[in-house]
């Protein structure tokens, strides 16, 4: 690979005498002074090619945080298998601590650290509006727009030693900010190669597109006179999350992008009614291409202005506040969108700036770019990010998307995970990747207690949601990807008949010991074109002719409707210590999702969730609807969720039935199509009487109403499925019954 012509690698060396951003709008606020330098390391700071393995490091890292005074191997104690591993633990544990030492000693801590939105990007202050921007790679840069007639020489940006480019926009003679607000802005660079680029500030908070000029974005001075104040505070997550999936564009049944307004509105009533008690918003970031699904980043403080302006963002997440639901981001650390003049690609001038040079900065299969973890200011760069998120919109919560990709050098392409610990803690682990989202974690839990934070990984590995002071990698909860793909094979591959009471139950247990998982049938991922709605694979082209009460109730509907009902109901009692659904599954949202884009004439037909349904009191939506709710009223009651009890008491292949407790509530299920079973024996682990609490063939919910809700069931103290006593309950076939005991 032929050599930079400019390299990065005399930046790094100097940041052991990088001092910390003053909060000063002053331009010699950078300076530092030596009184001010935190004492010196004996071993070189800011040099995070790989992990401390000398001696003297041992030294460096004493005094650092009490929290984290252990060595990283305590989650060996609970999974003897990880011992192999004990020197892995240790040395990446070390890595991390390293990253928090020298935050400490150079930046004053990662408080501070992470706050670099408040010193980066644009800022009104009583001098003038100040800019700063990291771009070690630019040998020129000027601020320009509106407000001075795109002068490249009016307003240049002066460089100190670390790359970091500053200037300050003096206030009018009337002592008015100088740049209007709504007004448009770029950085321009003068290359090392001589080349004058024009680039979006990357702190941008307010970008634009006018598809009818050009599909580039631009930067916006987002100063309102009247900022929109927050009237509730943030919401620490309950430990039973019912989390609401949403893409606030899609969030009407119309043929055109929704806004922040409307969802805040028209959604956030329904969620609450559901009775969810979180929505986790996807496709916040801005975004080039809507067709993305917001997974291309090319703004990453920018809210996507494709909803409305970032204070109708503010506006919605109080308003989720005032309703007791708590607001997860859909965070994308994982890589950031290949775009020059609208992204951070090439953002300096340089293949390397954010991101890896050559290959190892690519992601082939997404064409995107990949972040350097282990640099410094790019470091700073993603971790203020998250505190942007929190601090000035109130998020509660973040699903990290594409943790797999992040932590591997393979980024998970054409791999397979058989399970093999040396799959994890080989030579293929990116250990500066999972050592941020380490930092990220730990920054969360530690400046936000009851934060939570959610993985989005394929490849299981161990240790990913136990927490950092034990040597994991931090997470809250990893999401159950497996589960959703095992529910599609079965309704393509499988005759009711064959379904597997063994299988379904090991897939909705099979988590690892002491690691929370939040789980779901269906997620966005199972309705994007190619693929459809559970409920679409169930009932497909009966749903557009026989879905009204008005028409017959057919084989094909009434079959799908009951396994609709007892595929959300298995999942959420079983599958684990979080619940998520993708908003309009709900219901059985029909057909498929699919944006905008060239192949299909650029149609929203897809681009949207059709609420319609669901309050046409003629069509059979409203019966799905009215179980979700139920079943998300009878978790709020009983917090099965959270719960440490579970106990699979009966998989019964011939008869279709299984049956557990959970929640201290009694669930049985009866898959098999024809077969019903009258006064079928369950094992009960409690003694006592036990009536219904839920019942999928409740008329309500378009069921025959064969379950009698006055019915009392008394248990046996004779052993039976491995519990102390049994009760004996009808069974009608398709049907799921939650019973509770009655003190």
């Not at 001075?148 to 009016?154: H, T």
């Not at 008015?176 to 908070?205: C, M, N, Q």
């Amino acid at each position: 690979m032929p050599a930079k012509k400019k390299s990065t690698s005399n930046i790094k060396a100097k940041q052991q005498d990088r001092p910390s951003l003053s909060t000063s709008s002053s331009t010699q606020d950078l300076e530092g002074s030596e009184a001010a330098t935190p004492p010196r390391s004996p071993v070189l700071q800011g040099n995070f090619e790989g992990p401390p393995t000398k001696v003297a490091d041992s030294s460096y890292l004493t005094g650092s945080d009490p929290e984290i005074s252990g060595d990283g191997t305590d989650v060996i104690k609970s999974d003897g298998y990880l011992e192999d591993h004990r020197g892995y633990f240790g040395q990446r544990f070390a890595h991390f601590k390293r990253w928090v030492r020298d935050i400490e000693l150079n930046e004053g801590g990662i408080d501070k650290f992470s706050r670099g939105y408040e010193q980066f990007g644009l800022h009104v202050t009583s001098e003038g509006v100040r800019y700063r921007e990291w771009a070690p790679g630019a040998r020129e840069a000027s601020l320009v727009g509106d407000f001075n007639g795109w002068d490249v020489a009016a307003n240049p940006l002066t460089r100190n030693e670390y790359g970091v480019w500053e200037t300050v926009v003096s206030n009018t003679a009337s002592g008015d900010v100088a740049i209007a607000h709504g007004s448009h802005i770029k950085v321009t660079f003068v290359t090392d190669k001589g080349e004058r680029v024009y680039r979006l500030p990357a702190w941008s908070r307010y970008v634009t597109q006018d598809l009818s000029k050009s599909p580039i974005y631009e930067s916006v001075f987002y100063n309102p006179p009247n900022k929109y104040q927050f009237k509730h505070k943030r919401l620490v997550p309950p430990a039973d999350l019912r989390i609401y999936e949403a893409h606030v564009g899609i969030s009407s049944p119309e043929a055109r992008v929704a806004t922040f307004k409307e969802f805040t509105q028209n959604v956030l009533p329904m969620i609450s009614d559901l009775g969810y008690n979180a929505v986790q918003l996807m496709a916040v970031m801005e975004h080039a291409y809507y067709a993305s699904f917001g997974y291309q980043v090319t703004s990453f403080f920018a809210p996507s202005s494709r909803y409305g302006e970032p204070d109708d963002l503010r506006e919605l997440i109080d308003t989720a506040h005032s309703l007791g639901i708590v607001v997860f981001l859909d965070v994308v650390h994982s890589h950031a969108c290949n775009n020059v003049e609208d992204g951070l690609n090439q953002f300096d001038g340089t293949d390397h700036c954010y991101f890896h040079e050559g290959g190892r900065g690519r992601h082939e299969l997404w064409n995107s770019r990949l972040f350097n973890y282990g640099h410094h200011e790019v470091t700073r760069f993603l971790l203020s990010n998250l505190r942007y998120w929190i601090e000035e919109f109130g998020f509660d919560g973040f699903r990290f998307d594409g943790v797999t990709s992040m932590m591997y050098k393979h980024h998970g392409i054409a791999y397979g995970f058989s399970g093999h610990y040396n799959e994890y803690f080989g030579g293929n682990t990116d250990e500066e990747a999972v050592v941020y989202l380490m930092l990220a974690n730990y920054m969360c839990h530690k400046l936000y207690p009851g934060f939570v934070t959610i993985a989005e990984d394929v490849s299981g590995m161990p240790a990913m949601c136990r927490s950092v002071q034990e040597g994991g990698v931090g997470f809250d909860y990893r999401l159950t990807m497996s589960v959703p793909d095992m529910w599609i094979k079965l309704l393509k591959e499988s005759k009711d008949e064959e379904w597997s009471m063994e299988q379904i139950a090991h897939q909705l247990t099979n988590r690892r010991y002491q690691e929370r998982a939040i789980t779901y049938c269906e997620s966005h991922d199972q309705a994007l074109v190619g693929d459809k709605t559970l409920a679409f694979w169930m009932m497909d082209k009966e749903m557009y002719t026989h879905m009204s009460d008005h028409t017959e109730l057919t084989a094909v509907i009434e079959r799908g409707m009951a396994l609709h009902k007892m595929i959300r109901l298995v999942t959420c009692g079983l599958g684990g210590e979080g619940y998520l659904t993708f908003e309009g599954n709900e219901f059985g949202h029909p057909e498929w999702l699919d944006f905008p884009r060239e192949g299909n004439g650029s149609s929203f037909h897809y681009a949207r969730r059709q609420f319609n349904l669901v309050k046409d009191e003629a069509l059979r939506y409203k019966y799905l609807y009215r179980f979700d709710r139920a079943m998300m009223r009878l978790e709020e009651q009983h917090r099965w969720l959270s719960a440490r009890d579970q106990w699979v008491t009966l998989k019964h292949e011939g008869d279709k039935v299984l049956a557990f407790e959970r929640g201290g509530l009694v669930w049985v299920f009866n898959f098999h199509p024809t077969n019903s079973y009258v006064d079928y024996r369950v094992g009960a682990g409690w003694a006592g009487k036990y009536t219904v609490a839920l019942s999928t063939d409740d008329r309500e919910f378009l069921g025959q109403g064969r379950i009698d809700h006055s019915t009392e069931h008394f248990s046996t103290p004779m052993e039976w499925n491995g519990r102390a006593n049994y009760i004996q309950v009808y069974l009608p076939a398709r049907t799921a019954v939650v019973l509770r005991r009655s003190e």
